[in-house]
């Protein structure tokens, strides 16, 4: 669900194998994770563009399946900022980064100055590549370029909510996947990830961890904390989904076309301000012209798409609504999204479409979001039980046309699935849940269910402002104020309180 463009427009979901592995215990035997702890990892400098000078690099080794912890090995790439406060610091911070398909190390390497500087150096902060991306070990499902596509791969309905050519590149990508992929592939879910993580705590030689989990990262840190309780510190959640057991990512993508709704208005009201006049962006003299303009307009170019400045690849209906709600993440790109939507209705000129839009995913990019999305849950396999949801959705929320309930290669996915985690109030008190009040992904009703699971275990706080990413994100001092004394004192409010955009 964050960070980059790619994984946030991927972004979407106890059997004998998982009470096996609880009996293996995520370390192994107890002399293997006391080996793990010794060791640690090998930290060598990794300098990111625009990163902290001192971030370091290291990596892992992981078993593919943690019910053979002496089997096969893989790796985990993962990162830190060491505190410069020595013996001072108050413990060790985990950034937990999105996705499905997020980079932590990256993710650590674009917040992890701002984040050093809030807390005044307080923590060693770390993060972690989950299995599939970046540094760590990866694995391809050699799917075609057109599979790869991002509207392909996020599998939006064809034009009037049509899922004939949907469940046939569904069906063809899973099929790919099982071919091609191997056990590495199945590994990579969210159960793996929180097991990964637990093994670096070892590695890193600490009791506790506090962590930072942003989007899809805030499933995978209740997971932790549910799983492993007694092994958490401060505990931030910051853009939540629904954690319904049940569903999973199958449920954040049913939420897509509410969250969306939710959002545009915000846009609207900005598409609509004279101010944009003399900027060329104004699409109407009013905010509720701009709702009709944009779902006609997509109409149209379902009809008749679009000649753009990229030779061969059009602007149809499906790529400005895959833009929309991409662009929707933050105010800073309202303007984009406005000069799309302008240059796409002007009858003469090409658009130019966003660079992610403009070619495909990596396959490797594809394979891990596609994996972690359906081993996490099983979906349904029946296409009428899409086909209700398509038309209900196309109904409801036209500007996603159908995307909530469409039919991804989950559908016809054949890895084993472990039943996920049902998040619960059994747990320390040490979790404070942020969340801005008009997410176009995760939107505030599914934190509400996150939090109604958590129960005295967590306070949240609202953010009275649209945009995906809430602290150190889209600049709200009142929230950003209330995690960072969190993380420094360990002080939450007494109760769930709001925070005025």
């Not at 004998?16 to 793990?36: D, I, K, N, P």
């Not at 991002?150 to 004939?164: K, S």
């Not at 972690?372 to 929320?397: M, Q």
Request: proline share 6%.
């Amino acid at each position: 669900m964050t960070t980059t463009y790619t994984a946030r427009a991927l972004a979407l979901t106890l059997s004998g194998a998982a009470v096996a592995a609880a009996l293996v215990g995520v370390g192994g035997t107890g002399a293997q994770a006391e080996a793990v702890t010794k060791a640690g990892p090998n930290w060598e400098p990794c300098v990111y563009e625009q990163g902290p000078r001192d971030q370091e690099c290291g990596e892992l080794e992981v078993p593919v399946d943690y019910r053979e912890p002496g089997g096969r090995q893989i790796r985990v790439g993962v990162s830190r900022l060491p505190s410069e406060r020595g013996a001072e610091k108050r413990g060790t911070l985990l950034v937990i980064a999105g996705g499905p398909g997020s980079s932590g190390v990256q993710r650590l390497a674009q917040k992890g100055e701002a984040l050093r500087g809030e807390l005044g150096g307080a923590y060693d902060i770390v993060s972690i590549d989950p299995r599939g991306v970046g540094r760590s070990t990866t694995a391809g499902c050699r799917l075609a370029d057109e599979d790869r596509d991002l509207v392909n791969l996020r599998a939006w309905p064809g034009a009037d909510g049509d899922l004939t050519g949907t469940a046939a590149r569904s069906r063809r990508t899973a099929e790919a996947c099982e071919r091609h992929g191997g056990d590495v592939l199945k590994s990579f879910s969210s159960a793996n990830q929180v097991r990964d993580i637990e093994r670096f705590r070892q590695a890193l030689g600490v009791e506790k961890l506090s962590a930072w989990g942003i989007s899809y990262g805030t499933y995978v840190g209740a997971a932790y904390a549910q799983k492993y309780p007694h092994r958490t510190d401060r505990w931030v959640l910051d853009t939540n989904g629904d954690p319904d057991p049940r569903r999973v990512a199958r449920g954040w993508l049913a939420n897509t076309g509410a969250a969306v709704e939710g959002r545009f208005a915000d846009f609207a009201r900005w598409a609509a301000d004279p101010a944009r006049e003399s900027e060329g962006l104004r699409l109407a003299e009013r905010a509720e012209g701009v709702r009709p303009l944009v779902i006609e307009l997509a109409a149209r170019l379902d009809r008749t798409p679009k000649k753009t400045t990229t030779p061969g690849v059009p602007l149809t209906g499906n790529r400005l609504r895959q833009a929309l709600q991409s662009y929707l993440y933050s105010d800073r790109l309202f303007d984009e999204l406005a000069r799309l939507i302008r240059e796409a209705g002007h009858p003469k000129g090409a658009p130019e479409l966003p660079g992610e839009l403009a070619k495909p995913v990596s396959d490797e990019a594809a394979a891990v979001t596609m994996a972690v999305v359906c081993n996490d849950v099983r979906w349904p396999g029946k296409l009428s039980t899409y086909e209700r949801a398509v038309a209900a959705d196309r109904v409801r929320h036209p500007l996603t046309a159908g995307l909530s309930g469409t039919m991804l290669p989950c559908a016809f996915w054949k890895a084993p699935a472990e039943k996920p985690v049902r998040i619960t109030d059994d747990g320390p008190s040490n979790i404070l849940m942020i969340q801005n009040r008009r997410d176009p992904s995760t939107p505030h009703f599914g934190a509400l269910k996150m939090r109604e699971a958590l129960g005295e275990r967590a306070r949240l706080v609202t953010v009275e402002r649209g945009g995906h990413g809430a602290y150190l994100g889209e600049g709200n001092a009142c929230g950003n104020r209330k995690v960072t004394s969190f993380l420094l004192t360990g002080q939450r409010p007494e109760k769930d309180i709001s925070c005025e955009g």
